[in-house]
């Protein structure tokens, strides 16, 4: 159980709500509730995004794919034994 | 992890043995990373003149490996036995099925980068340039594990529930030789 309460959607900014249709173009799914990361990431503008722009670089395709590098993220997280 | 699988599965990669061959890759290749930090101060590699039965196996290695025999195979040749088995399972591992020998070394450079290892990191760092990747493509893995160490620590400190295990495709294809 998290250790903070995830704020849904509508209890953030318009100008945050409008990235969090972001998040459902990148994942390419139209989400009830944006993900749990993304909630937590617009917590802190000023943190979250420049932090999302150097992921969204890093994911972007270029000698390896989209999909390609998401299997790279998902190896990364499970030998942090993150299940997240 | 579950956020990546079913991110990865949404961007095209939908079937289930991409995410087993995976799995292996990043199994086999910690397992060998621990050995060779692990060893490689209080155990050298043996060469073709003390390996003994295990020669052939060496032979295998360099065919595989650019002429190398990477110092943990060396370590196993002990038990030349052992070392067959193990190298016969990293041989299938890294080897093209659905997923590229590409892939998988770039998949076993972020795992060994991850958990510091510092043979892993310097083999598959150098495996990738052999295989063509360049500094861009090296530097998009770096980007890539670099900063999903950041949102796995976010996420485990704040202890997030998986919320996107269920947005993926279900493979629903029977297991191999069914």
Partial sequence: M??????????YPDATRKMFELSSQWFAYDFKQPPAMSRVMAWDPEFG?????????????????RAEKEMVAAVVSGVNACSY | ???????????????????YEAAFVTGITNALNVVADGLAEVLPPLDDATAGDATAVFAEIRAFH?????????????????LADVWAAWRRAFSDQRLTRRLKTA????????????????FHLAELRRLGVGERGVMEV??????????????????????MGAIAPVDRSPAPGH
């Fill in chain 1, 2 to 11: 998290p250790t903070v309460r995830l704020r849904d959607a509508d209890e």
């Fill in chain 1, 49 to 65: 995004a420049p932090h999302g722009r150097a992921m969204k670089r890093a994911m972007g395709p270029g000698e390896f794919t």
């Fill in chain 2, 1 to 19: 992890m579950t956020a990546h699988t079913a991110a990865g599965k949404l961007q095209g990669l939908a079937e289930d043995a991409p995410w």
């Fill in chain 2, 66 to 82: 650019g002429g190398l025999v990477p110092a943990p195979f060396g370590a196993l040749a002990r038990d030349p036995a052992y």
């Fill in chain 2, 107 to 122: 998949l076993a450079f972020a795992v060994s980068l991850t958990t510091r290892s510092s043979f892993g990191t310097r």
């Fill in chain 2, 142 to 163: 770096i980007g890539v594990t670099q900063m999903f160490s950041s949102y796995t620590k976010i996420a485990d400190t704040l202890q997030l529930d998986s919320d």
